[in-house]
């Protein structure tokens, strides 16, 4: 199977356990029963990119760094060889920054003084200690 091919494979299975995750969770909340698969999966390779272009906020967090987080210590735990790289531009682009930038950045965008430092920084620091690798696009950076 070539590489299109097992891109395909790979996208159909994880929207057919999302949605098989989904439709469970509201069932066996209404049985108490616990979800079983028949058929074991074992995910041996996992190329994983994630397109962090906005910053969609749970509260004050950006609910994309806690998938990450979780998704990289699924991977580790289940001994899967691969990369997690995570290309962040746009109005997500101020995750990645230093204190000082961040409240540069924060004073900006936000027109007040902002002396918090980057209150992201050690959730980025911890997926960077998992293997995840961050990259801050190039062109946001020459634009900021």
């Not at 199977?1 to 969770?25: E, N, P, R, T, W």
């Not at 190329?47 to 760094?65: A, I, K, R, T």
């Amino acid at each position: 199977m070539g590489k299109k091919g097992g891109l395909i494979v790979l996208f159909a299975a994880c929207s057919l356990m999302g949605f098989v995750a989904l439709y469970a969770s509201g069932a066996c909340a209404q049985t108490g029963q616990e979800l079983e698969f028949d058929v074991p999966v074992k995910l041996e390779k996992a190329n994983v990119v994630f397109d962090m272009g906005h910053s969609v906020l749970n509260g004050d967090m950006p609910f994309f760094l806690g998938d990450m987080d979780l998704l990289a210590t699924d991977l580790r735990d289940w001994n899967v060889k691969g990369q997690t790289i995570a290309v962040f531009h746009g109005d997500a682009a101020y995750l990645v920054l230093y204190d000082d930038a961040y409240d540069a950045n924060r004073h900006v965008q936000t027109d007040r003084e902002v002396h918090t430092g980057n209150p992201y920084a050690k959730l980025i620091t911890g997926l960077m200690e998992q293997d995840v690798q961050i990259e801050l696009c190039g062109a946001t950076a020459a634009g900021q």
